[in-house]
């Protein structure tokens, strides 16, 4: 194997990894080989060639080498004038040392250095990104929370390691998901990590506090989506049965995620877990049969018109109390925990909107059209999150066909008034 030192000095200059061509056949004891030109120092090349005894063993060396030489690149960032010139005057402080030393005392340790906890950076960082209007804002702010637990906000940026991030990722590769008690999801954790990410590539762009991210090359879990989890028409029909007469205003809520698509958190306040502005009841418009949502409510940052929803929406959404607008959280998940009870039907996360997705689609044929009433930037994300293939078009004209039979003495005109 290569010294490790000569891969870290070359990768260092900047640039891509060098290319390696095939040098086999030169050997009979190492009949497999690569040759490839490995930059210097002094800017120059240095041919090297290297054999090997079997082809796992070329495969092997060549991986180690990619590895080291990319874990090198992000260490550095980029091998500029300014930065060799920094990483000089370092030594002459220091005397002789290693350039890779030098560098991490010019990042650390300089007098005039500004020093920045973990706790400012995070708050700067999420300060930024709420300037840029960020769409990804509240769940970012919910991952350097619980990154908090692990690592002190009080500590200097520059003292945290590489274990400190994945001991939190390791955490919540181990925790139960707080809502479901299933494990975390492999999305999410990767979610978590980018976000940690983002915030010490902050620390390194705009204050050039830090040569190397610590949170850069983690290990993570694979990535495994999980299928769209969409409701029998039998079983949402039951639950809305049980409870049209029972509690007729939390229905009209709930239609609005069965029948509009829209997301469960926009049903109810929650600053620390809604990645959404909540409803207030004037998004509905009754005389146009229109959804239309600020842009402060959408993930992506502008308003939302959405039209051509089924007809049996709008006289669920007329049951709606007024005074349910605005709930916390709590009292959203003891009414549903109720609503479920009562149907003795439990809803899969997301189901609603999930259904939705799929029964619309499968009814009018045309993905697009659901994909922009759910507010999906891309056809396929709606494909991948919301759409299963496994529903006819005969359960889908019943999921639609589930209206309500309670009096119209129970609707509120006040919601029902609503301008377009």
């Known amino acids: 194997m290569i010294d490790p030192t000569e891969i870290r000095i070359a990768s260092m200059r900047g640039g891509d990894l060098p290319s390696f ?16 030109l490995m930059p210097q120092p002094d800017g120059r090349s240095k041919r090297m060639r290297k054999g090997f005894a079997t082809k796992r063993e070329k495969q092997d060396f060549f991986k180690a080498f990619r ?10 960032i980029s091998f500029d004038p300014d930065l060799y010139r920094q990483a000089l005057e370092a030594r002459d402080i220091l005397g002789k ?4 030393e030098a560098a991490n005392y010019y990042a650390t340790e300089r007098p005039d250095r500004n020093s920045m906890s973990f706790g400012e950076l995070c708050e700067e960082f999420l300060a930024r990104t709420e300037r840029r ?3 990804g804002l509240t769940h970012m702010t919910k991952h350097l929370e619980r990154a908090k637990m692990f690592i002190e906000p009080s500590m200097q940026i520059a003292q945290i390691q590489r274990s400190d991030c994945q001991m939190f990722i390791d955490y919540l590769m181990e925790s139960p998901n707080s809502r479901t008690g299933e494990p975390v999801g492999s999305v999410t954790i990767h979610n978590h990590a980018a976000t940690l990410t983002g915030c010490f590539n902050y620390a390194i ?11 850069s090359h983690l290990e993570l879990p694979p990535r495994k989506m999980k299928p769209p989890i969409t409701m029998d028409a039998a079983d949402v029909e039951r639950l809305f049965r049980a409870n049209e007469h029972k509690d007729p205003s939390f229905c009209g809520l709930m239609a609005l995620c069965f029948f509009g698509g829209i997301r469960v958190s926009m049903l109810y306040l929650d600053k620390g877990e809604a990645a959404t502005g909540a409803m207030d009841g004037s998004e509905i418009k009754f005389d146009t049969k229109r959804l239309i949502f600020r842009a402060e409510q959408m993930k992506q940052g502008k308003e939302h018109l959405a039209e051509g929803l089924p007809d049996n929406l709008w006289g669920w959404c007329k049951l709606i109390d007024p005074n349910d607008w605005g709930m916390t959280r709590r009292q ?55 759409k299963a293939d496994n529903r006819s078009r005969d359960e889908a004209k019943r999921f639609f066909g589930i209206i309500r039979h309670v009096d119209s003495h129970n609707d ?4 029902s008034s609503g301008a377009s």
């Open 21 to 36: 061509r095939d040098w086999d056949g030169r050997s009979a004891k190492k009949p497999y080989g690569w040759d490839w």
């Open 67 to 76: 590895d080291q030489w990319r874990l090198n690149m992000s260490a550095m």
């Open 97 to 100: 040392v290693s350039i890779i």
């Open 133 to 135: 209007k960020n769409k």
């Open 205 to 215: 762009k705009y204050h050039e506090a830090l040569i190397k991210n610590p949170a």
């Open 332 to 386: 959203f998940y003891v009414r549903r925990e109720r609503f479920e009870k009562r149907a003795k039907i439990k809803i899969p996360h997301n189901s609603p909107r999930k259904s939705f997705g799929t029964y619309y689609s499968t009814l009018e044929g045309d993905n697009r059209r659901a994909s922009q009433i759910m507010s999906d930037s891309t056809d396929s994300i709606f494909l991948k999150h919301y």
């Open 412 to 415: 509120y005109p006040r919601v």
